[in-house]
């Protein structure tokens, strides 16, 4: 892995006049890109009120770590004042974001530290509430080097 990847967006959008969502609206893609991109780098700076704030203030947000696991706002909120940031050198590769329709989008990334032989992968399902884009479900864990 090397530098932080560029989005890149997937999906195709729906054929015209199926009725079902247009994938991948470039204004979507835009505004998801930037939330994610401001929440990888409050994860490198340790800004524990931007990764609070970015994930959804609900009972229902769920975030499923490494080694852990948080349900609610409050549970996620608590871990992350305990675990602020990410080890130095952070690389992200082979991101993908698809945006399923204008409210909401999932994006999905490679991760990984120098030094380090696994492979983090991450997986943010974001939503655009009223207070803007917010991460309403996350999973992120590592795979062994084969």
Known sequence: MTGTASPVASAAPAAEGTGGPVLDRPDVVAAVTAAFERYERALRDADVGVLTELFWSDPRCVRYGVADRQYGA????????DHPGVPPGRRLAGTVVVAVDDRTAVVSTLFGYPDHVAEGRQTQTWVRLAEGW????????????A
Not at 74 to 81: K, L, N, S, V
Not at 138 to 145: I, K, L
């Open 74 to 81: 409050d549970e996620i909120a608590a871990w992350r004042r």
């Open 134 to 145: 917010r991460i309403v479900a996350a999973h992120v864990s590592e795979v062994p080097p």
